[in-house]
Nanobody, 125 residues
């Protein structure tokens, strides 16, 4: 499985960005797909997850109501629409995949075996 993240950039606080993750190498029927972010010296932090087959979504409290995760099964892409961005959202964002959905562990980065290369998001105040 290969994941390719894109869409990062510099944006002012209150602005929007859309991240994309192109997935290849499998059919992803029951995959868990997620977005995580990381700042220097910090652990990787859960942002959002989606169950590929059903489209059910989960969010970290810090982004709930501002970010939307989605997937396009025909194109094998996952997206993260980020609105009302804050300086605290500044990080490198990674997309991740796990071959089977896990009910209680989708927010733990250790449960994901496939990772994209990361895309940097900078939100200026």
């Amino acid at each position: 499985v290969q994941l390719q993240a894109s869409g990062g950039g510099l944006v002012q606080a209150g602005g929007s960005l859309r991240l994309s993750c192109a997935a290849s190498g499998d059919t992803f029927h029951n995959y868990a797909m997620g977005w995580f972010r990381q700042t220097p010296g910090e652990e990787r932090e859960f942002v959002a997850a989606i169950r590929w087959g059903t489209g059910s979504t989960h969010y970290a409290d810090s982004v709930k109501g501002r970010f939307t995760i989605s997937r396009d099964r025909a194109k094998n892409t996952m997206s993260l629409q980020m609105n009302s961005l804050k300086p605290d959202d500044t990080a490198v964002y990674y997309c991740a995949a796990r071959a089977r959905w896990i009910v209680s562990g989708y927010a733990n980065p250790d449960n994901y075996g496939y990772w994209g290369q990361g895309t940097e998001v900078t939100v200026s105040s």
